[in-house]
């Protein structure tokens, strides 16, 4: 389920779409599993945990370069051990698909290390 969001392209949001509605989300969220946790119906969010600072600096810049890709970028929190994510789209004040398919992308990021 959620190889198939991450096998996706962010869309970029030029504002003027509406954000998803709550039937929306949760169907998106079921499909993208992994404890991601939906936020007020506006972000997502979650948080990996590591062995040590030096492996979560990794997944950080693994996000970061798949943001860049897609140009779609998530809030990031660094610390020993854990890094947080959480990602909306901000031309829309809440969610999209696109920020499941960044979330899905981060999930195999966090696979494949």
Not at 13 to 38: F, M
Not at 56 to 64: D, H, I, K, P
Not at 69 to 74: K, L
Request: aromatic share 8%; hydrophobic share 40%; with cysteine.
């Amino acid at each position: 389920m959620t190889s198939e969001l991450a096998k996706k392209q962010c869309v970029p949001c030029r504002g003027g779409v509406p954000a998803l509605q709550s039937d929306e989300i949760e169907l998106l969220l079921g499909r993208l599993g992994g404890d991601w946790k939906v936020v007020d119906d506006h972000h997502l969010e979650k948080e990996y945990e590591f062995s040590d600072f030096a492996a979560a600096l990794a997944f950080t810049n693994a996000v970061g370069a798949i943001a860049e890709e897609q140009g779609h970028h998530p809030d990031i929190y660094l610390a020993w051990g854990k890094v947080g994510l959480r990602i909306w789209t901000h031309k829309v004040g809440g969610l999209t698909e696109s920020d499941f398919i960044l979330a899905a992308k981060a999930d195999q990021a966090d696979r494949h290390r």
